[in-house]
């Protein structure tokens, strides 16, 4: 018989790591500039964080995107591998 509850755990665990990278990219960014970027404004698809900020904001990550990507290789595992 099909059980559906180990069939929706699946998606429970999906959501839990769509939020842990989310939250990865924000503690990173924070780390490595100063300032906080709220989880709701930042996308993680196929390994790549979309930040959505204030131009400003954004040029700030991009001058620091190295020493971001080694934080976020260090906290994830490589699952995030660029930032735009």
Same mark, same amino acid.
């Given at each position: 018989m099909f059980d559906i509850g180990s069939y929706? @755990? /699946? #998606? =429970?665990?999906?959501?839990q790591s769509r939020n842990f990278l989310r939250d990865s990219v924000a503690l990173a960014v924070k780390e490595a500039c100063g300032f906080d970027i709220k989880t709701e404004n930042?996308?993680?698809k196929s390994a790549v964080a979309r930040i959505n900020a204030r131009p400003v904001i954004k040029? @700030?990550? #991009?001058? /620091? =995107?190295e020493k971001i990507l080694k934080i976020? =290789? @260090?906290k994830t595992g490589g699952k995030v591998v660029d930032i735009l």
């Amino acid at each position: 018989m099909f059980d559906i509850g180990s069939y929706l @755990e /699946k #998606f =429970k665990n999906l959501s839990q790591s769509r939020n842990f990278l989310r939250d990865s990219v924000a503690l990173a960014v924070k780390e490595a500039c100063g300032f906080d970027i709220k989880t709701e404004n930042i996308i993680v698809k196929s390994a790549v964080a979309r930040i959505n900020a204030r131009p400003v904001i954004k040029t @700030e990550i #991009f001058l /620091k =995107k190295e020493k971001i990507l080694k934080i976020l =290789k @260090e906290k994830t595992g490589g699952k995030v591998v660029d930032i735009l």
